[in-house]
T-cell receptor, first 113, second 116 residues
C-alpha cells in the first residue's frame, strides 16, 4: 500500500516547454487535489477532482490543465512552462469531498529556467 | 485566498520544552486540522478538531479551538529533536461555502526547530 505517489521527483524545464506531472493513489479515494507550495506562501490549490469524471479550478489554475484519468490517477499538465511556475507540487487525495483527512504525495520539485 | 494564519512564523526551542503554535482564521468552519511537513517531504495529518469541540489530545499533542475568536492552538509537549518540522493548520469550510465543496484551506505554516 504505497498511498499517494508522484512522478517525477525533480524536473528542470526551459520556458515554453511542456510537461505532465503524474499522481496515483491506491487507497480507493474519490477526491484528488493538486497544490503548489512556494516559500512563505503555504499550499495553494490549483485544481481538484471531487470524484472520478469531474475536475474543478482551485485558487491558482492559470497555466495548468488536469486530467482525472481514472479513479486512481490525476495528472497535472503545464502546456507552456513559465518561470513563475517554479515551485514544489503536491498531489493529495481523500475518501470524498466531505471527508476529513487528506493524504499527500512526496512532491515534485519543478524548476523553470 | 489563505484563510489560516499561523503564528509565530518560526519557533526555536530546546528539547524537552513545550512548543505552542497558533492559527487564526476568518470564516466559519466545519473543522480545523493540523498537518506536519518534514523538510522536503509531503504533509502528514496530525489531528482534527471539529467546530463543536474545544480541546482534543493525541499523544503529546493538544489542540484547542475557540470558534468565537476564530483561533486554534497546537501544543507539543516535551518536544524532541525529531519534532523539527513545519506545522500547518487547515480549515474546512462548510459545504457549499463559496462553492468550495469543503476543500481545505491551508495557512502559511510555523517552522519549528527543536535543538538537542
Amino acid at each position: 500500500n504505497a498511498g499517494v505517489t508522484q512522478t517525477p521527483k525533480f524536473q528542470v524545464l526551459k520556458t515554453g516547454q511542456s510537461m505532465t506531472l503524474q499522481c496515483a493513489q491506491d487507497m480507493n479515494h474519490n477526491s484528488m487535489y493538486w497544490y503548489r507550495q512556494d516559500p512563505g506562501m503555504g499550499l495553494r490549490l490549483i485544481y481538484y477532482s471531487a470524484s472520478e469524471g469531474t475536475t474543478d479550478k482551485g485558487e491558482v489554475p492559470n497555466g495548468y490543465n488536469v486530467s482525472r484519468l481514472n479513479k486512481r490517477e490525476f495528472s497535472l499538465r503545464l502546456e507552456s512552462a513559465a518561470p513563475s511556475q517554479t515551485s514544489v507540487y503536491f498531489c493529495a487525495s481523500r475518501r470524498g469531498p466531505l471527508t476529513d483527512t487528506q493524504y499527500f504525495g512526496p512532491g515534485t520539485r519543478l524548476t523553470v529556467l | 485566498s489563505q484563510q489560516g494564519e499561523e503564528d509565530p512564523q518560526a519557533l526555536s526551542i530546546q528539547e524537552g520544552e513545550n512548543a505552542t503554535m497558533n492559527c487564526s482564521y476568518k470564516t466559519s468552519i466545519n473543522n480545523l486540522q493540523w498537518y506536519r511537513q518534514n523538510s522536503g517531504r509531503g504533509l502528514v495529518h496530525l489531528i482534527l478538531i471539529r467546530s463543536n469541540e474545544r480541546e482534543k489530545h493525541s499523544g503529546r499533542l493538544r489542540v484547542t479551538l475557540d470558534t468565537s475568536k476564530k483561533s486554534s492552538s497546537l501544543l507539543i509537549t516535551a518536544s524532541r529533536a525529531a519534532d523539527t518540522a513545519s506545522y500547518f493548520c487547515a480549515t474546512a469550510p462548510p459545504v457549499n461555502y463559496g462553492g468550495s465543496q469543503g476543500n481545505l484551506i491551508f495557512g502559511k505554516g510555523t517552522k519549528l526547530s527543536v535543538k538537542p
